[in-house]
């Protein structure tokens, strides 16, 4: 790994968000390739109607506070650069069983990622489950975006614990061979959501400032090793 000696240089460089198309962008111009696919949670666009204004990750108090940046910046600090690709997948997410779910993702199908990481959960209902197979459908995710073969992957668990679909993800992870990354116990504590910051219930159970420096803290650990 090449360490840069002038990190505060690339302090910028996570604000130029590159928009690929609806809920897609890239950041950075060089280096590693990273694929983020997550929700709301990732990134999330203004949204009057929940009292939500930013263009990122859901609820980060500004865009240098959420997960994203904030493990962009870690990777540029030994890296030099990195380009990182975040792709919003709640589509998929609400249709997992339904192919057409991959085709908001198109556009970045040949980004040809060195790390995948998959930030995914939250939206799938239960119930769904019962009649569609999830750990297939991640698969067929991977599949879609990766070369599992080739891709070192990264996987995590919902943000609130789902007694549900955190053991198909973690399943998922040790078939796939990817690395788990344990994410349940912040939804449940207080101080790692936005209880009290936003009149909107759902917008406030999202991860504040520190949510997403933990998420940030604790998905770096194992990528920094894939680096």
């Known amino acids: 790994m090449k360490r840069d000696t002038s990190a505060d240089m690339k302090e910028t460089d996570v604000y130029n968000r590159r928009r690929v198309s609806s809920g897609i962008y890239c950041t950075g111009t060089d280096g590693s390739r990273i694929m983020i696919v997550g929700n709301s949670i990732t990134f999330h666009e203004p949204s009057a109607d929940i009292g939500w204004e930013g263009s990122w990750g859901m609820a980060a108090s500004a865009q240098n506070k959420d ?25 998929w997410e609400r249709a997992f069983w339904d192919t057409s779910s991959l085709n908001p993702l198109k556009a970045v199908k040949e980004f040809s990622p060195e790390v995948f990481i998959f930030r995914l959960g939250e939206n799938v209902l239960p119930k769904t489950c019962e009649q569609y197979s999830l750990s297939e459908g991640i698969s067929r995710l991977v599949r879609f975006l990766t070369v599992p073969q080739k891709t070192k992957m990264i996987f995590t668990t919902c943000f609130w614990e789902n007694p549900i679909i955190n053991p198909i993800i973690t399943e998922s992870a040790s078939v796939l061979g990817a690395r788990l990354v344990e994410l349940s116990d912040l939804g449940s504590n207080d101080k790692m959501k936005a209880t009290g910051l936003f009149e909107h219930s759902g917008v406030a159970a999202h991860p504040n400032d520190a949510g997403m420096n933990e998420i940030a ?10 680096l």
Do not use: P, Q, T
């Open 67 to 91: 997960y994203v940046s904030l493990l962009y910046k870690k990777v540029c600090s030994v890296c030099g650069d990195a380009v990182f690709c975040v792709a919003h997948a709640v589509a």
């Open 217 to 226: 803290r604790r998905i770096w650990e194992e990528l920094r090793l894939m």
